[in-house]
């Protein structure tokens, strides 16, 4: 007979095998990642009895999200920082991209009154500052001036405005009052050098704060051979000279995906948070929740053993789930916040109101691949499991239109409409090749896509009907994989364009996610 310690060790051995896999833990828990989404580079902050998120979404338009949450655990997008970007051609997908390029790395502050956020992008290689006082309605932009790497803003009791950045070398760089631009004479200096202090490798995530009369910089270090590694400067002054700690080292039982880069925050009551995040493979960078408790005035994350736990109390209890992802009838005159396209949109060929309850989307420019296509909708995907379902009406495709549902990233999995003279074909696509390729002789048509993320998987399937009932797999068993050429988790995504002549267009009746919904 086993004894009752083995019974108890048998018994959370398989809870544990089941909470791995999200299933509810009870309304006053939640399982990491707390959003099991790509919502990297994540900045927030609390003002009253709410918190506010930034994170980066690279090239997708509108950009830079604004999330709220009462809980820490349960957010809802409620704005963007920018409809679009104008300052390159490339944003219009003209004469190049910007995948990859895009805005990251945001930092945001709330002040005197006023939000802001400051974030930078690669094309151009510039800084940004946005302004507001009421985070659900427009943002304003303030300031733009050179690229700062992973800055973290930060307003000191004096009224003087700080940055902290930088990669292997962090440094301190005084802004002007109005965060217009540098301060002429103003500090500027190297708070740590990496290699010098015994921080070899990814020294970068800058995101500094002053608690108790004291200067914290979090940063992820990613040592060679090593995992990401959350380390923590701190300092009597904002000139120096800094001291470090490793306050963080843990996988979360996830193999050598290290949980690093993010913030502290505090609760109402006193208590402390941190918010990081993980690689979870091709589903994104996802955000994890987890304790953090002062000793000796520096601030450790995790357990007193520091690990992370996949199942937590919430910190602030009694509020309900939030959607990230949701299905859509597009019955509203206007585009849902969860929605973003994939580059500036041309808003003279897609419509909500053309016909009513249909999202219609119509080919422009000739371009050669999705990848040149500015109209592409797109949704996150969420782990461990999900799926998407569109009907499209064909009715009204041109010659060379390919329209469709796929995952979509660097290299992604299609399923697909084209066009060829009078005819129209099925077709799946493997990182542009086609896999399989049917005719279809109706112009009603429903396109599902299933994604299973968990650990070590990592595979979509594609599927059409006729129907919305009887369900066929088209091609084969896709990969997927994160890829740093558009630095983004695998998104759902709704695609019409044209490759011979433009003014095609299709009726997209509904886009219908399952959460889990995969068996």
């Given at each position: 007979?086993?004894?009752?310690?083995?019974?108890?060790?048998?018994?959370?051995?398989?809870?544990?095998?089941?909470?791995?896999?999200?299933?509810?833990?009870?309304?006053?828990?939640?399982?990491?990642?707390?959003?099991?989404?790509?919502?990297?580079?994540?900045?927030?902050?609390?003002?009253?009895?709410?918190?506010?998120?930034?994170?980066?979404?690279?090239?997708?338009?509108?950009?830079?999200?604004?999330?709220?949450?009462?809980?820490?655990?349960?957010?809802?997008?409620?704005?963007?920082?920018?409809?679009?970007?104008?300052?390159?051609?490339?944003?219009?997908?003209?004469?190049?991209?910007?995948?990859?390029?895009?805005?990251?790395?945001?930092?945001?502050?709330?002040?005197?009154?006023?939000?802001?956020?400051?974030?930078?992008?690669?094309?151009?290689?510039?800084?940004?500052?946005?302004?507001?006082?009421?985070?659900?309605?427009?943002?304003?932009?303030?300031?733009?001036?050179?690229?700062?790497?992973?800055?973290?803003?930060?307003?000191?009791?004096?009224?003087?405005?700080?940055?902290?950045?930088?990669?292997?070398?962090?440094?301190?760089?005084?802004?002007?009052?109005?965060?217009?631009?540098?301060?002429?004479?103003?500090?500027?200096?190297?708070?740590?050098?990496?290699?010098?202090?015994?921080?070899?490798?990814?020294?970068?995530?800058?995101?500094?704060?002053?608690?108790?009369?004291?200067?914290?910089?979090?940063?992820?270090?990613?040592?060679?051979?090593?995992?990401?590694?959350?380390?923590?400067?701190?300092?009597?002054?904002?000139?120096?000279?800094?001291?470090?700690?490793?306050?963080?080292?843990?996988?979360?039982?996830?193999?050598?995906?290290?949980?690093?880069?993010?913030?502290?925050?505090?609760?109402?009551?006193?208590?402390?948070?941190?918010?990081?995040?993980?690689?979870?493979?091709?589903?994104?960078?996802?955000?994890?929740?987890?304790?953090?408790?002062?000793?000796?005035?520096?601030?450790?994350?995790?357990?007193?053993?520091?690990?992370?736990?996949?199942?937590?109390?919430?910190?602030?209890?009694?509020?309900?789930?939030?959607?990230?992802?949701?299905?859509?009838?597009?019955?509203?005159?206007?585009?849902?916040?969860?929605?973003?396209?994939?580059?500036?949109?041309?808003?003279?060929?897609?419509?909500?109101?053309?016909?009513?309850?249909?999202?219609?989307?119509?080919?422009?420019?000739?371009?050669?691949?999705?990848?040149?296509?500015?109209?592409?909708?797109?949704?996150?995907?969420?782990?461990?499991?999900?799926?998407?379902?569109?009907?499209?009406?064909?009715?009204?495709?041109?010659?060379?239109?390919?329209?469709?549902?796929?995952?979509?990233?660097?290299?992604?999995?299609?399923?697909?409409?084209?066009?060829?003279?009078?005819?129209?074909?099925?077709?799946?696509?493997?990182?542009?090749?086609?896999?399989?390729?049917?005719?279809?002789?109706?112009?009603?048509?429903?396109?599902?896509?299933?994604?299973?993320?968990?650990?070590?998987?990592?595979?979509?399937?594609?599927?059409?009907?006729?129907?919305?009932?009887?369900?066929?797999?088209?091609?084969?068993?896709?990969?997927?994989?994160?890829?740093?050429?558009h630095f983004m988790g695998i998104r759902f995504a709704i695609y019409n364009y044209?490759?011979?002549?433009?003014?095609?267009?299709?009726?997209?009746?509904?886009?219908?996610?399952?959460?889990?919904?995969?068996?």
């Open positions: 007979m086993l004894r009752f310690s083995h019974l108890i060790s048998i018994l959370f051995f398989l809870i544990n095998v089941h909470l791995s896999a999200q299933i509810n833990v009870g309304k006053d828990m939640f399982t990491n990642p707390v959003i099991f989404s790509d919502v990297p580079d994540v900045d927030a902050i609390r003002v009253g009895d709410t918190y506010y998120m930034v994170s980066t979404t690279m090239h997708m338009m509108p950009g830079a999200p604004i999330m709220r949450s009462k809980d820490l655990v349960n957010w809802e997008i409620i704005s963007y920082l920018y409809d679009e970007i104008k300052d390159s051609p490339f944003y219009d997908l003209e004469g190049g991209d910007v995948y990859s390029a895009g805005q990251w790395a945001s930092s945001i502050r709330y002040h005197n009154g006023r939000f802001y956020v400051f974030f930078a992008t690669n094309k151009p290689s510039k800084s940004y500052v946005y302004t507001t006082t009421d985070p659900t309605g427009k943002w304003k932009k303030l300031a733009v001036m050179n690229q700062f790497h992973d800055a973290s803003l930060l307003f000191d009791d004096d009224g003087k405005v700080y940055l902290a950045h930088g990669a292997g070398r962090i440094r301190i760089t005084e802004l002007k009052s109005d965060l217009s631009g540098v301060k002429e004479g103003g500090l500027d200096i190297t708070a740590f050098n990496g290699e010098q202090q015994g921080c070899k490798g990814l020294l970068e995530g800058s995101h500094i704060y002053k608690i108790n009369g004291k200067y914290y910089i979090l940063l992820i270090w990613w040592p060679k051979d090593g995992i990401r590694t959350q380390i923590c400067l701190r300092s009597d002054r904002i000139e120096g000279p800094y001291e470090h700690k490793i306050v963080l080292s843990d996988t979360m039982d996830n193999p050598r995906k290290g949980i690093a880069q993010g913030c502290v925050i505090d609760t109402q009551k006193g208590d402390w948070y941190a918010l990081l995040f993980q690689d979870f493979g091709a589903v994104g960078r996802t955000p994890v929740l987890m304790e953090c408790r002062w000793e000796d005035e520096w601030p450790m994350l995790g357990d007193y053993n520091g690990k992370v736990h996949k199942v937590m109390e919430k910190p602030i209890k009694g509020y309900s789930e939030t959607a990230l992802v949701i299905s859509d009838n597009f019955e509203s005159p206007k585009l849902a916040l969860n929605w973003q396209w994939n580059h500036n949109p041309d808003n003279n060929l897609w419509s909500l109101s053309e016909r009513p309850g249909y999202m219609r989307l119509k080919t422009g420019k000739i371009v050669r691949s999705i990848f040149e296509a500015r109209n592409t909708l797109t949704q996150r995907t969420e782990g461990p499991k999900c799926n998407a379902i569109v009907s499209m009406d064909l009715s009204n495709m041109k010659d060379g239109d390919v329209a469709g549902l796929g995952a979509f990233n660097g290299e992604p999995g299609l399923i697909s409409i084209v066009k060829e003279g009078k005819k129209k074909y099925l077709l799946m696509t493997d990182r542009n090749i086609g896999k399989e390729k049917i005719e279809l002789k109706q112009n009603i048509v429903y396109l599902r896509v299933d994604c299973d993320f968990n650990i070590g998987i990592d595979r979509a399937k594609f599927y059409y009907s006729l129907d919305n009932e009887k369900w066929i797999q088209l091609g084969n068993e896709f990969q997927m994989i994160y890829y740093t050429n044209a490759t011979k002549i433009s003014g095609g267009y299709v009726d997209v009746d509904f886009f219908k996610y399952n959460k889990e919904g995969v068996g």
